[in-house]
């Protein structure tokens, strides 16, 4: 699938990153008590890039979990019939820590419905936040981001798609056309 339009650069992924985590550490009033999780898949590289920023702004470490949200989603038996079932890991107490969580994109918001009933299952954090690399809109719950690197107005009829190093072999963010089948 050839991309519409070049929405992010590595170096414009990068530079959204630092951003957002100074914004972090400005909200927060340091990243003391932080605690960032990523929801799979491309959330987890993000959370792990922005708590090395922290560490290297504030120095201090910043703990990092991943988080599955599969079993929580309300489109479940749309999805698949045999759902892929990944790793959850936070190996941290969540008690007395402001949680971020951290994905790629925020569209519906259907996505960060289900990870905070499945950070919720785990314990009460002091609070909870939201990182996203990019916002494209169509909210269909009332979800916002605390720090967005990219707000994109984007149409039903198109996609998103990030890439990242760690997951695809390179930083970059393109903006697809959805394949009408029929």
């Known amino acids: 699938m050839t991309p519409k339009a070049t929405i992010l ?19 927060n009033k340091g990243a ?27 120095g201090v470490d ?8 599969t079993l929580y989603r309300d489109d479940l038996s749309e999805v698949a019939h045999q759902p892929i079932i990944r790793e959850t890991h936070v190996p941290f107490d969540l008690a007395r820590r402001r949680v971020i ?15 905070l009933d499945a950070l919720i299952d785990l314990g009460r954090p002091e609070g909870i936040q939201l990182a996203v690399l990019v916002d494209r809109g169509h909210r269909e719950l009332p ?10 107005p984007t149409a039903r009829s198109e996609m998103v798609k990030v890439k990242l190093a760690e997951t695809d072999g390179a930083d970059i963010v393109e903006l697809h056309d959805l394949e009408v089948t029929q």
């Open 9 to 27: 650069t590595a170096d414009e992924v990068r530079r959204a990153m630092t951003r957002i985590a100074h914004e972090i550490v400005e909200r």
């Open 32 to 58: 003391q008590n932080l605690a960032l999780i990523g929801i799979h898949t491309r959330g987890i590289p993000l959370a792990q890039r922005l708590a090395d920023k922290l560490s290297e702004l504030e």
């Open 62 to 69: 910043v703990p990092t979990g991943m988080l599955d949200i």
């Open 101 to 115: 969580l951290v994905d790629d994109v925020l569209y519906t918001g259907r996505t960060v419905r289900a990870a």
């Open 143 to 152: 979800i916002r981001a605390d720090y967005v690197g990219k707000n994109l």
